[in-house]
């Protein structure tokens, strides 16, 4: 590549900012800020009037919802920005200036990034981009970072003596990766810049845009630090094992679930057909069962021949036999009672029962197991082998529960996890504040030159933040929702009932059991009635919006007394003119 080629500031700029002492924002791309849904008609419109200068009023800049803000800080410091606002007049010199961080499109606000690439020449030449060679523009968004070992950085202000980049990488992993020297980073999204013309015939030149995805601001908080392997280095550590996590959400947590909810009941209730609660801490165990056999069959394929043969045990692995071995911890059953299975015994057994579980239908008002079913049930832990599998270790409540540590060891001797089909869960973010910075970078590419041109990146933005969905500085859309101005019975009759709910033959027996608002609360509930079959009911809109708001209010009263936020949840006016009968 030319070492002549280079990214500015948009040139509609160039006069302003070249004639300041700091030439950093004449060397860096300029971040837009427009405040309606129509940014890119606007933008057009300015571009290709008689003074695109004007883009200056569109500069992004510290605000609020109670003080919006945009456009360069102009010389003079009396002359207002757009909509009157002038950006120095942040209430007082003595006030400190909101961070500047961008605001979401729910919001009202969208933000572009924007440079000129040009040629290193008398007059700076626009650059042609040769799209037909494969060349091409874009821009990325890079996470700062204090290097290692330095607290207290002051991030806002771009500094690359105290603080790293990480690129946003879209692999099988999404996350953030250290970018190391002044190219990509591999895997790095690129992001894409639209070329427009602005100005007159006579001067027309070419800038670059691309909307900053605000909206991300979740994905990128989420998002995890990740290690990309150096160029003729080792390989990268393997993600976590999606079998691990597997087993945690679908087997472990709920199981731990039961525990907890059965210890806390006082008294606690008889193991017996004949009590309710029992019979629902069964079904519930038989579906966790169920889910522990299917995983063993997945997974572990040896460990799950060994619980249907127990013969085969002797040829399994030292970490698969030690899981094999605890599987041998009993829990009690309801039928006979007393009676009681080993945890092997019972995952065999609810697996057997699997197509009785699927297929049962509500016929009574209580819990039922199928016939023959013995109902063991996880949530006994009267046997201390198999509370010391799911009890953690007491002087750390962080360490993991034993039969976790079990199955990890026997997945790590079977062999790494085959490539996950589903997405794994989202894990706890390094930084749950969210308040990181960040800051963009156009780029430029020739692939066609090989190596002698790696893509030429532009100087950083201005550092910013990505503002929360609620955030409290956020500036706030107008939104009316329109209720039924007559609401009589005269009125509501002539509404259409246009809103149509599917309801299946076992909902509408569960619907059935409802006798009214004090027996529900009560737990006082009807034998099922109708004849089983399904319906389709249609219902108006209006009213069912009317059943919205007021069970809204209901719900904001009576929590009040825990938030206390009736004071700043409405403001009302007066509308002596909405009445919903005529005089």
């Given amino acids: 590549m030319s070492p002549r080629v280079q990214w500015l500031t948009p040139s509609p700029l160039w006069n302003e900012l070249a004639a300041g002492t700091d030439k950093g924002p ?16 606007d933008l057009q419109a300015l571009l290709a009037s008689a003074a695109p200068q004007n883009l200056r009023n569109y500069i992004a800049q510290p605000e609020t919802w109670q003080s919006p803000a945009a456009g360069l800080p102009p010389l003079d410091k009396s002359l207002p920005a757009p909509g009157g606002v002038t950006v120095s007049s942040q209430k007082s010199k003595n006030t400190v200036p909101p961070p500047f961080k961008f605001f979401q499109p729910v919001h009202s606000r969208f933000y572009l990034v924007c440079a000129s690439l040009v040629c290193r020449m008398p007059s700076l030449p626009d650059h042609q981009v040769k799209s037909n060679q494969g060349e091409r523009t874009s821009f990325v968004v890079r996470r700062l970072r204090p290097k290692a070992g330095l607290t207290g950085v002051d991030l806002s202000v771009f500094n690359p003596l105290v603080c790293d980049e990480f690129a946003w990488v879209t692999a099988d992993r999404p996350g953030w990766a250290q970018v190391a020297g002044s190219g990509f980073a591999e895997g790095e999204e690129n992001l894409p810049l639209s070329g427009f013309q602005c100005g007159k015939t006579s001067d027309r030149r070419r800038i670059f845009t691309g909307l900053i995805p605000a909206s991300r601001r979740q994905t990128y908080v989420a998002g995890r630090e990740i290690q990309l392997p150096p160029k003729g280095g080792p390989p990268v550590p393997p993600p976590e094992d999606p079998r691990k996590i597997d087993f945690q959400r679908l087997i472990l947590d709920p199981w731990v679930e039961m525990v907890d909810y059965f210890s806390k009941l006082n008294p606690l209730p008889p193991l017996t057909a004949s009590d309710n609660t029992a019979m629902s801490m069964a079904q519930g165990s038989a579906f966790v069962l169920i889910d522990f056999a299917g995983f063993l069959d997945n997974n572990l394929n040896a460990v799950w021949n060994a619980v249907n043969t127990p013969a085969l045990a ?19 059953c309801l039928q006979p009672v007393g009676s009681r299975l080993s945890l092997a015994a019972a995952i065999k057994t609810a697996k057997s029962f699997e197509q009785a579980f699927e297929d049962a239908v509500l016929t009574t008002t209580t819990p039922a197991l199928p016939v023959d079913y013995s109902g063991p049930v996880l949530s006994d832990t009267s046997d201390p082998q198999l509370l010391s599998l799911i009890r953690r270790d007491s002087s750390n409540p962080l360490s993991p529960r034993a039969i976790q540590v079990l199955v990890e060891a026997a997945l790590d001797e079977v062999g790494p996890s085959p490539p996950a089909t589903v997405r794994v869960p989202a894990k706890d973010p390094e930084n749950p504040q969210g308040d990181d910075w960040y800051i963009v970078r156009c780029a430029y590419e020739q692939p066609l030159c090989g190596m002698n041109a790696p893509p030429l990146l532009s100087d950083p933005s201005r ?21 039924p101005v007559d609401t009589s019975p005269a009125a509501l009759r002539k509404y259409d009932k246009n809103v149509a709910f599917m309801i299946s033959d076992q909902l509408s027996k569960q619907m059935s059991r409802v006798k009214g608002l004090k027996q529900l609360m009560d737990g006082d509930l009807a034998d099922p009635n109708g004849f089983g079959l399904g319906m389709i009911c249609s219902f108006s809109i209006p009213i069912i919006t009317i059943c919205a708001f007021i069970v809204l209010m209901i719900f904001l009263i009576l929590l009040n007394i825990i938030f206390w936020w009736l004071p700043f949840f409405r403001i009302c006016f007066p509308l002596p003119t909405l009445k919903a009968k005529k005089s």
């Fill in 314 to 332: 002797g040829s399994l692995g030292v970490a698969q036999r030690a899981l094999y071995n605890a599987l041998a911890a009993t829990i009690a």
């Fill in 26 to 41: 004449f060397r860096s791309p300029a971040l837009l800020r427009f405040a309606t849904d129509q940014f890119m008609e």
């Fill in 463 to 483: 550092p910013f933040q990505l503002a929360s969905f609620f955030d409290p500085d956020a500036p706030a859309r107008s939104i009316q929702v329109a209720l």
